[in-house]
């Protein structure tokens, strides 16, 4: 078992990858899209989204795939959480991405949650440290456990 790890981060931090998941497009009951399973990223270029926060890591994450897929995303509203995202999708506010882990099944109405097939829409979480090594034992007993191994 070896462990992913990353040139080192900003800093004199090293990061090391510690989960991976797919993004899903997160679109309103009677969408045009919601027929569908599986979309590319390019097929929500004229939606509206309602996304995080500006300057936050999943903000930047969901600008950037959406340039891959040959726009630029339109922002009609804010959020601070996953929750409140998918609420505003499902009442017709815009759609949005969600990472797969929080996808919420209490909605009603519940938005549609459809597998984007191109481009590669993934979020990574990693774990950082500095550079010259823990200073708390118990921490560094953790990252084996914590960081994903390939």
Known sequence: RRHRV???AAGGMTRAL????ELLLAVPEGHPLAT????????AAEESFVVTKPDTEFRN???????????KMHAAFEADHFDSLQAYCAVGMGVALIPRSVVLNTLTPAPRYLRITNPEAKRRLWLLWPQRGF????????????????
């Open 36 to 43: 569908k399973h599986e979309v590319s990223l390019s097929d």
């Open 61 to 71: 994450l969901a600008v950037e795939l959406c340039r891959q897929a040959g726009f």
């Open 18 to 21: 510690i989960h991976e998941e």
């Open 6 to 8: 990353a040139a080192p």
């Open 135 to 150: 200073q708390n034992k118990a921490a560094e007993a953790m990252v084996p456990y914590l960081v994903k191994t390939v």
